[in-house]
């Protein structure tokens, strides 16, 4: 079976182009995905859109297990309006947590306007060209699953027939019916997958009843346990080990930090997330590794917060410095002997434009940075969602997640960075400034999903330390 092949373009419509192009008419699209490529050296970023696609596969599926034609341009017309109307929309918008998987609905299963007697006309043929290869991605998309049932690429006529989609007007915007057509389709896409459930062993209904209650959203946890085969559900403990390893590879990759070459490290987030701590954490274990770094406070004007990061300076030995200015950041990044800089900024969430202007212009003072979105554990679903989305302007690079031993639901945790395509970095679980971040790990976080309490397997940090004997660094302030 040939391998699925990434087209990425500016566009939905250049994007299928190129898959025609390629890979000819009869290709299949696995999925498709809006994502945002952070900017080098202090340029913007850019928007665009990746379609996964590849040859169909005669002899694994034959054509009397296909849907019909009008079972997959119903299905594809849902899918294909929501990618476009996803690529033009602000950047805050993202793909629903039903982006990782694909399922082929029904005309009974659609809504009514779906339903709908659609114009037959003639096919044209395909334009030829010299085939064309994905252009370099920027961050791997999910990886996709060879015997998921794909969406048929459509032909240059069924695409530019009528549609019967909610049409916009000028008291209900398209954001809106955006998010309708999303909750339809997760909707299908939930039942179906439930559809299988039922069909098996009692105890994977069990399974994700139990997966909800910790927090994961109904789409997410059907989709991780559909995936499990029945022969692996004869006991709970074998079930649970499936189900962590499989909802371990739908989360995005974690990240992993190259000091050398990110020189600027900026920790933003809500407030009271821990950011403070975390930049001191992480300072001591890069000093550890033999590398000379400041800590940066840009929250000046809060009462009390320039005195709180003095403390830790004097508490801690660390080289701590408050920047007023991005001019001043600019200084502190060129002076000599200074291999890294831990950015401790404001705490807000996100939604105040002063606030985020305040923060772009910090961000462009830096070229090689990496920006760490600092959340609780604690904080929960729609905060969460909330929160991510409105940092994700900036160009986020991954997650750090605090307080990992103040709660014993995670599922929460797993749809956001599934939707939002986000990996996580570090997690801590005390206010400890002596104990070391851990290095993310996926597998981690799903034996915490499952078994509602953080799994004590999770790795340290590079250059972890051990605090001396009789001594411990409690949070300052």
Request: charge should be neutral; aromatic fraction near 4%.
């Amino acid at each position: 079976m040939q391998q699925p092949k990434r087209f990425q373009a500016p566009t939905m419509a250049e994007a299928y182009d190129q898959v025609r192009r390629e890979l000819g008419d009869q290709a299949v699209i696995l999925s498709t995905r809006k994502a945002f490529a952070p900017g080098l050296f202090g340029q913007p970023g850019r928007q665009f859109v990746e379609v996964v696609a590849r040859v169909p596969n005669e002899s694994a599926t034959t054509r009397a297990e296909r849907p019909t034609l009008e079972q997959d341009e119903a299905a594809h017309d849902l899918v294909r309006a929501i990618a476009e109307a996803s690529a033009a929309a602000p950047l805050a918008a993202h793909e629903g947590p039903f982006a990782g998987f694909q399922a082929v609905a029904s005309p009974a299963d659609l809504p009514a306007p779906a339903r709908a007697t659609r114009k037959r006309t003639t096919k044209t043929a395909a334009p030829t060209g010299a085939p064309t290869g994905a252009p370099a991605s920027v961050r791997p998309a999910a990886d996709v699953r060879e015997d998921a049932t794909p969406l048929p690429m459509p032909s240059t006529a069924a695409a530019s027939g009528p549609v019967a989609l909610p049409v916009p007007s000028s008291e209900e915007p398209w954001s809106r019916q955006l998010d309708q057509m999303r909750s339809m389709l997760e909707t299908l896409v939930s039942d179906r997958l439930d559809q299988r459930i039922d069909g098996g062993p009692a105890v994977l209904r069990e399974m994700k009843e139990r997966l909800v209650r910790y927090g994961m959203t109904p789409a997410l946890a059907a989709s991780v346990v559909s995936d499990v085969d029945g022969s692996a559900a004869r006991d709970e403990q074998s079930l649970a080990a499936n189900v962590e390893r499989r909802l371990a590879a739908k989360l995005p990759p974690t990240v992993a930090m190259n000091p050398r070459r990110q020189r600027a490290v900026f920790l933003v987030g809500p407030g009271g997330a821990g950011k403070t701590t975390m930049a001191i954490r992480m300072a001591l274990d890069f000093q550890q590794q033999g590398l000379n770094v400041v800590v940066a406070g840009t929250d000046v004007n809060r009462a009390g917060a320039p005195q709180q990061l003095t403390a830790f300076g004097a508490v801690t030995g660390l080289d701590t410095r408050l920047c007023y200015a991005p001019g001043e950041l600019e200084e502190i990044l060129a002076e000599p002997g200074v291999d890294m800089v831990i950015i401790d900024t404001p705490g807000h969430n996100g939604l105040r434009r002063d606030r985020m202007a305040e923060l772009s212009s910090f961000l462009q003072a830096a070229r090689q940075r990496m920006v760490l979105l600092t959340v609780p554990a604690t904080m929960k679903g729609a905060d969460l969602a909330e929160v991510v989305s409105a940092y994700s302007a900036v160009g986020l690079d991954g997650m750090v997640v605090t307080r990992c031993d103040e709660t014993s639901h995670f599922g929460h945790l797993a749809p956001v960075l599934v939707e939002a395509a986000l990996g996580m970095a570090f997690t801590t679980r005390s206010d400890q400034v002596s104990d070391a971040p851990s290095a993310a790990d996926n597998l981690v976080l799903a034996e915490s999903i499952v078994r509602a309490q953080w799994s004590q397997s999770a790795p340290a940090a590079a250059g972890a330390r051990r605090a001396p004997a009789g001594r411990t660094l409690a949070k300052v302030g």
